[in-house]
C-alpha cells in the first residue's frame, strides 16, 4: 500500500493579494509540477478583484485568527491543547517567544505563536502537511518557526525585501539557524543574508521571481515615439518607490517644454503627501491617478506606454525593493524602463543595455534619462530588444520553477547532502 503524498504546508500573510500576484503564480505553477499545497493564510482578503492565476489553484486554504485579543476565545484553548499534549515543545517555543520579545519588544511575537498553537492543534490533524514554507520573513517566518518548533515539522522561508531589511538582524539570524533552507530573490539578497547568518556555508537558494513570459508579450514594441510620451509607474505609494524623485524629474521635463501624460497604477500610505506634491509642483493636470487596478487593466497601459519609470531609493527605516517585478513586465511589454540603481535592480538592467539607471534622489539625472530614452530611436530600439532577450532568458517564470520546485521535493523527500548539492548549482548560475 502506498503512502499518502505529503503535502507543502504555505504560510502567507494574505492570501489572495493583488500586490503578492507573484505568489499566487507561484503556487499554481508549483501544482502544475505534481506538489500538493495547503495554504495558510494570517490575514482574510482584503480587495474585491484577483488575479486569474488564484481562481485555477487547487489547494486547500484556511486562515487563521488575524488579531490577538479578540481573538483569544479562537486561539487560547486551541494553544492550550497543545501545550497539554507536547509539553516539552511547548515549553522549548514558549522560552523562544520570550527570549524574542526581550530582544525587540514586540508583542506580536506571542500572537505568533498563539497563531502557530491554532494552527498545529486545529488543522494540523489529517492534512498530511511534513513541511513548512512562509513567503516573507517576517510574521509569516516567525509562525512558521514556532509551527516546526511545536510540531517537529520543519520548515523554511523566501525573504522578498522590506522582510529583510527592516528585520532585526539577530531574529533573522535564529529563524535561518533553524530554517531547513532559506529562498531569496536576488543575488544581493542572498549575500546580506549569507553574511548576517553566521554561517560560513548556509542553505540561502537565489531564485528569481520572474514573470510569465506569455502574458507580457502581447505588443509589438514602439521604437518611434512622439508626444505627447506616455510615461507610466506602477508602484505602491511608499517611501522606497522614490515618486517624489519621479514627481520632480517629470516638473523638470514640463519646465524643458516636454508634452507628456503620466500615469501612476498603485495605492499606499503616501497617497495624500504625493497629490500634495503633484499639486505643488503644478502636475495634476498631465498625471492620471489609477489606484489599484487588475490585471487586464495593468497590461492595456503597458501596451499604451512609450516609458516606464520607478525612482526606487532606500527608505529611512532601511526598507527598500529587491527587483520590481513591474520592471520586468516593463521590459517584457516592448516599454523601455528608467530606474535607479539600488539593491538589485542593476541585476535587471544593465544601464545604457537594456534600460537607463541613475543615482537614487536625483531629479535632475532622472529627468535626462527619460528624455534620452523617450526621443533617441537608436537607443530605444537596442534597449528594447535586449530588454526583452534578458527577461527571456532569466526571468520566465517556467524555466525558474523548476528549481524552486526541486527544493520543495528535496525538503518532502530528500536528503540534506542533495539540498547542499542543490545550492551549489542553482546560486552559480
Same mark, same amino acid.
Given at each position: 500500500?502506498?503512502?499518502?503524498?505529503?503535502?507543502?504546508?504555505?504560510?502567507?500573510?494574505?492570501?489572495?493579494?493583488?500586490?503578492?500576484?507573484?505568489?499566487?503564480?507561484?503556487?499554481?505553477?508549483?501544482?502544475?509540477?505534481?506538489?500538493?499545497?495547503?495554504?495558510?493564510?494570517?490575514?482574510?482578503?482584503?480587495?474585491?478583484?484577483?488575479?486569474?492565476?488564484?481562481?485555477?489553484?487547487?489547494?486547500?486554504?484556511?486562515?487563521?485568527?488575524?488579531?490577538?485579543?479578540?481573538?483569544?476565545?479562537?486561539?487560547?484553548?486551541?494553544?492550550?491543547?497543545?501545550?497539554?499534549?507536547?509539553?516539552?515543545?511547548?515549553?522549548?517555543?514558549?522560552?523562544?517567544?520570550?527570549?524574542?520579545?526581550?530582544?525587540?519588544?514586540?508583542?506580536?511575537?506571542?500572537?505568533?505563536?498563539?497563531?502557530?498553537?491554532?494552527?498545529?492543534?486545529?488543522?494540523?490533524?489529517?492534512?498530511?502537511?511534513?513541511?513548512?514554507?512562509?513567503?516573507?520573513?517576517?510574521?509569516?517566518?516567525?509562525?512558521?518557526?514556532?509551527?516546526?518548533?511545536?510540531?517537529?515539522?520543519?520548515?523554511?522561508?523566501?525573504?522578498?525585501?522590506?522582510?529583510?531589511?527592516?528585520?532585526?538582524?539577530?531574529?533573522?539570524?535564529?529563524?535561518?539557524?533553524?530554517?531547513?533552507?532559506?529562498?531569496?530573490?536576488?543575488?544581493?539578497?542572498?549575500?546580506?543574508?549569507?553574511?548576517?547568518?553566521?554561517?560560513?556555508?548556509?542553505?540561502?537558494?537565489?531564485?528569481?521571481?520572474? &514573470?510569465?513570459?506569455?502574458?507580457?508579450?502581447?505588443?509589438?514594441?514602439?521604437?518611434?515615439?512622439?508626444?505627447?510620451?506616455?510615461?507610466?509607474?506602477?508602484?505602491?505609494?511608499?517611501?522606497?518607490?522614490?515618486?517624489?524623485?519621479?514627481?520632480?524629474?517629470? $516638473?523638470?521635463?514640463?519646465?524643458?517644454?516636454?508634452?507628456?501624460?503620466?500615469?501612476?497604477?498603485?495605492?499606499?500610505?503616501? $497617497?495624500?503627501?504625493?497629490?500634495?506634491?503633484? $499639486?505643488?509642483?503644478?502636475?495634476?493636470?498631465?498625471?492620471?491617478?489609477?489606484?489599484?487596478?487588475?490585471?487586464?487593466?495593468?497590461?492595456?497601459?503597458?501596451?499604451?506606454?512609450?516609458?516606464?519609470?520607478?525612482?526606487?531609493?532606500?527608505?529611512?527605516?532601511?526598507?527598500?525593493?529587491?527587483?520590481?517585478?513591474?520592471?520586468?513586465?516593463?521590459?517584457?511589454?516592448?516599454?523601455?524602463?528608467?530606474?535607479?540603481?539600488?539593491?538589485? &535592480?542593476?541585476?535587471?538592467?544593465?544601464?545604457?543595455?537594456?534600460?537607463?539607471?541613475?543615482?537614487?534622489?536625483?531629479?535632475?539625472?532622472?529627468?535626462?534619462?527619460?528624455?534620452?530614452?523617450?526621443?533617441?530611436?537608436?537607443?530605444?530600439?537596442?534597449?528594447?530588444?535586449?530588454?526583452?532577450?534578458?527577461?527571456?532568458?532569466?526571468?520566465?517564470?517556467?524555466?525558474?520553477?523548476?528549481?524552486?520546485?526541486?527544493?520543495?521535493?528535496?525538503?518532502?523527500?530528500?536528503?540534506?547532502?542533495?539540498?547542499?548539492?542543490?545550492?551549489?548549482?542553482?546560486?552559480?548560475?
Amino acid at each position: 500500500m502506498s503512502r499518502p503524498t505529503p503535502v507543502l504546508g504555505m504560510i502567507l500573510k494574505g492570501y489572495p493579494r493583488i500586490s503578492e500576484t507573484f505568489i499566487s503564480n507561484e503556487i499554481l505553477l508549483l501544482e502544475e509540477q505534481g506538489l500538493n499545497l495547503h495554504i495558510l493564510s494570517m490575514r482574510q482578503p482584503r480587495e474585491s478583484f484577483f488575479h486569474p492565476s488564484v481562481g485555477r489553484i487547487k489547494a486547500a486554504v484556511d486562515y487563521l485568527p488575524e488579531t490577538f485579543l479578540t481573538s483569544l476565545p479562537q486561539l487560547l484553548p486551541h494553544t492550550l491543547m497543545t501545550a497539554v499534549k507536547q509539553p516539552r515543545r511547548f515549553a522549548v517555543a514558549l522560552q523562544t517567544a520570550f527570549r524574542r520579545f526581550l530582544r525587540t519588544h514586540k508583542s506580536a511575537t506571542f500572537k505568533h505563536l498563539f497563531q502557530a498553537g491554532y494552527l498545529v492543534n486545529k488543522l494540523l490533524a489529517g492534512s498530511r502537511i511534513t513541511h513548512f514554507h512562509a513567503h516573507f520573513a517576517h510574521s509569516p517566518t516567525s509562525v512558521a518557526f514556532f509551527a516546526s518548533i511545536l510540531s517537529g515539522i520543519p520548515f523554511s522561508f523566501t525573504a522578498h525585501a522590506k522582510d529583510i531589511y527592516t528585520s532585526d538582524p539577530a531574529q533573522l539570524r535564529e529563524k535561518m539557524a533553524h530554517a531547513a533552507f532559506v529562498v531569496t530573490c536576488t543575488e544581493y539578497n542572498r549575500r546580506y543574508l549569507t553574511r548576517i547568518s553566521g554561517n560560513p556555508s548556509p542553505s540561502v537558494f537565489r531564485i528569481y521571481h520572474g &514573470i510569465d513570459i506569455g502574458l507580457f508579450s502581447g505588443r509589438h514594441p514602439r521604437a518611434l515615439t512622439s508626444p505627447p510620451y506616455r510615461i507610466l509607474s506602477v508602484s505602491r505609494m511608499t517611501a522606497k518607490k522614490g515618486l517624489p524623485t519621479v514627481f520632480k524629474a517629470l $516638473r523638470i521635463l514640463h519646465d524643458r517644454g516636454i508634452h507628456f501624460h503620466h500615469t501612476l497604477i498603485g495605492d499606499g500610505e503616501d $497617497r495624500d503627501s504625493l497629490h500634495k506634491l503633484a $499639486r505643488n509642483l503644478g502636475l495634476e493636470p498631465f498625471i492620471q491617478w489609477m489606484g489599484t487596478q487588475p490585471h487586464d487593466e495593468v497590461i492595456r497601459q503597458y501596451e499604451q506606454a512609450d516609458l516606464f519609470v520607478l525612482g526606487c531609493e532606500i527608505a529611512a527605516n532601511g526598507d527598500r525593493d529587491g527587483i520590481p517585478n513591474v520592471c520586468i513586465e516593463s521590459m517584457a511589454m516592448g516599454v523601455p524602463v528608467v530606474a535607479t540603481r539600488v539593491s538589485a &535592480i542593476p541585476e535587471l538592467i544593465e544601464s545604457g543595455k537594456t534600460g537607463l539607471l541613475v543615482e537614487p534622489g536625483n531629479p535632475e539625472a532622472l529627468a535626462d534619462a527619460m528624455f534620452q530614452s523617450l526621443t533617441d530611436d537608436s537607443l530605444r530600439q537596442e534597449m528594447i530588444a535586449a530588454a526583452k532577450d534578458k527577461v527571456t532568458r532569466y526571468f520566465n517564470n517556467r524555466c525558474l520553477i523548476d528549481d524552486l520546485a526541486g527544493l520543495y521535493i528535496q525538503a518532502l523527500f530528500e536528503t540534506a547532502e542533495t539540498m547542499k548539492e542543490a545550492r551549489t548549482r542553482i546560486n552559480q548560475r
